[in-house]
T-cell receptor, first 114, second 112 residues
C-alpha cells in the first residue's frame, strides 16, 4: 500500500528557531513530492521536488528530496508566528496512463510562540 | 481575479438528505479534484476529472457523486449513502492531471 508518513505530528517552537519537518514515503511509482502549507482553510503550494539533492528555496523555507532513502525535509529558518500552520507533504504517483494521484501525509502542525 | 471558489463555507446536512457542494474555477484548468480531510488525517481523494464530461473515482468515492458538465465547474454531491459525511471538503484544480494542484477555500460539512 502506498503511504506517506510525516514527523513529527506536532511541534512547538519559539520565534527565531529553525525547524526541520520530515516526510518519508513508500510508493510504487513515484513522480514528484510536494509540500503545502495549510493555515485555516485551503493548502497553499510551497514546493514541488522531482530530483534528488537539488534544494528548492523560497525565502526562509527550503526543501530537499532524497529519492534513494525515500524522504524529504522542509526547513524553516528564523521562524515567525505567521509560520504557524499545518504543513502537508504529498507524493504524486506516476501511473502508466494519464491519471495523476496525490497521496497525502497527515501533516505536521507547527506552532510558533512569540 | 483568477482562482477557485467553493460554496457554501459551512453546510449542514440532515439524516437521509443529499447535499451538493459547489466548486468553480476560472483558471481555465482542465483537471479538477475533490478531497476530504478528517481531523488528524491527510487529504483523501474522492473523485477527479481530467476533462469535461469525464470523471474517475478516487480512493473513497462510495457515497459521493460528481458531474463535470462545464470546464469551470465540478460539483460534489454527498448522498445519504455516505454514513460519515462530517468532514472538511477541499476542491482543487490543475492545468492538466499531472501538474501542480491549487486548492479552493474548502467547505465544512456537518450532520445535524
Amino acid at each position: 500500500e502506498d503511504k506517506v508518513v510525516q514527523s513529527p505530528l506536532s511541534l512547538v517552537v519559539h520565534e527565531g528557531d529553525t525547524v526541520t519537518l520530515n516526510c518519508s514515503y513508500e510508493v510504487t511509482n513515484f513522480r514528484s513530492l510536494l509540500w503545502y502549507k495549510q493555515e485555516k482553510k485551503a493548502p497553499t503550494f510551497l514546493f514541488m521536488l522531482t530530483s534528488s539533492g537539488i534544494e528548492k528555496k523560497s525565502g526562509r523555507l527550503s526543501s530537499i528530496l532524497d529519492k534513494k532513502e525515500l524522504f524529504s525535509i522542509l526547513n524553516i529558518t528564523a521562524t515567525q508566528t505567521g509560520d504557524s500552520a499545518v504543513y502537508l507533504c504529498a507524493v504524486e504517483l506516476n501511473y502508466g496512463g494519464s491519471q495523476g494521484n496525490l497521496i497525502f501525509g497527515k501533516g505536521t502542525k507547527l506552532s510558533v510562540k512569540p | 481575479d483568477g482562482g477557485i471558489t467553493q460554496s457554501p463555507k459551512y453546510l449542514f446536512r440532515k439524516e437521509g438528505q443529499n447535499v451538493t457542494l459547489s466548486c468553480e474555477q476560472n483558471l481555465n484548468h482542465d483537471a479538477m479534484y475533490w478531497y476530504r480531510q478528517d481531523p488528524g488525517q491527510g487529504l483523501r481523494l474522492i473523485y477527479y476529472s481530467q476533462i469535461v464530461n469525464d470523471f474517475q473515482k478516487g480512493d473513497i468515492a462510495e457515497g459521493y457523486s460528481v458531474s463535470r458538465e462545464k470546464k469551470e465547474s465540478f460539483p460534489l454531491t454527498v448522498t445519504s449513502a455516505q454514513k460519515n459525511p462530517t468532514a472538511f471538503y477541499l476542491c482543487a484544480s490543475s492545468n492538466r492531471v499531472r501538474e501542480t494542484q491549487y486548492f479552493g477555500p474548502g467547505t465544512r460539512l456537518l450532520v445535524l
